[in-house]
T-cell receptor, first 113, second 117 residues
Framework: NAGVTQTPKFQVLKTGQSMTLQCAQD?????MYWYRQDPGMGLRLIYY???????DKGEVPNGYNVSRLNKREFSLRLESAAPSQTSVYFC????????????FGPGTRLTVT | AQTVTQSQPEMSVQEAETVTLSCTYD???????LFWYKQPPSRQMILVIR??????QNATENRFSVNFQKAAKSFSLKISDSQLGDTAMYFC??????????????FGKGTSLLVTP
């Protein structure tokens, strides 16, 4: 089991460029999440998908779009990157019911210059 | 929205000693989960321990235990017999069980723990 995988692990973008962060899970989880982590801020929710075909905004959605391609994959897109989007991005998935635990990917460190 | 507060940005403990990390939260809900996650320098988020709000008994996982005080909205983590591998950032997190929350995690800002020889 690979768990939650994210690509790429590192990325440097210039202001105004676009890119998509990919996330996939092989645990048959219904719910998937994107968080960003900034120094001294903890992790903050960008978007989540409670099930295939649905997405909802989190605490900091501005400047991002998401796609729940299928049950396994949940991508995060930056249409026009800004220096304020320099951060570490984490994808997570969870199974709901008796065990409300989220499993995290290894993260993507994104720098926007 | 719920607020999770970790009042200790940094802590230090000697190997084999015990340390307690503090966490308080603010919510009007009655049913929720609380978590402690560990983030070592590798950046990976690792679940340490979880507590269901409806359970009065404090959760324990080997050397890790919590002191859950629901009325006081307090959820501290105790690490016994600290080991060098416990050096990491520790995050307290709240999960609402309201359907419209998406069961997302609401994190505190973290406590950086250093275990010294």
């Amino acid at each position: 089991n690979a768990g939650v995988t994210q690509t790429p692990k590192f990325q440097v973008l210039k202001t105004g460029q676009s890119m998509t962060l990919q996330c996939a899970q092989d645990m048959n989880h219904n719910s998937m999440y994107w968080y960003r982590q900034d120094p001294g801020m903890g992790l903050r929710l960008i978007y989540y998908s409670a099930s295939e075909g649905t997405t909802d905004k989190g605490e900091v959605p501005n400047g991002y779009n998401v796609s729940r391609l299928n049950k396994r994959e949940f991508s995060l897109r930056l249409e026009s990157a800004a220096p304020s989007q320099t951060s570490v991005y984490f994808c997570a998935s969870s199974v709901l019911g008796t065990v409300y635990e989220q499993y995290f990917g290894p993260g993507t460190r994104l720098t926007v210059t | 929205a719920q607020t999770v507060t970790q009042s200790q940005p940094e802590m230090s403990v000697q190997e084999a000693e015990t340390v307690t990390l503090s966490c308080t939260y603010d919510t009007s809900e009655n049913n929720y989960y609380l978590f402690w996650y560990k983030q070592p320098p590798s950046r990976q988020m690792i679940l340490v321990i979880r507590q269901e709000a409806y359970k009065q008994q404090n959760a324990t996982e080997n050397r890790f235990s919590v002191n859950f005080q629901k009325a006081a909205k307090s959820f501290s983590l105790k690490i016994s017999d600290s080991q060098l591998g416990d050096t990491a950032m520790y995050f307290c997190a709240f999960m609402s069980l309201e359907v419209d929350s998406g069961y997302a995690l609401n994190f505190g800002k973290g406590t950086s723990l250093l275990v010294t020889p």
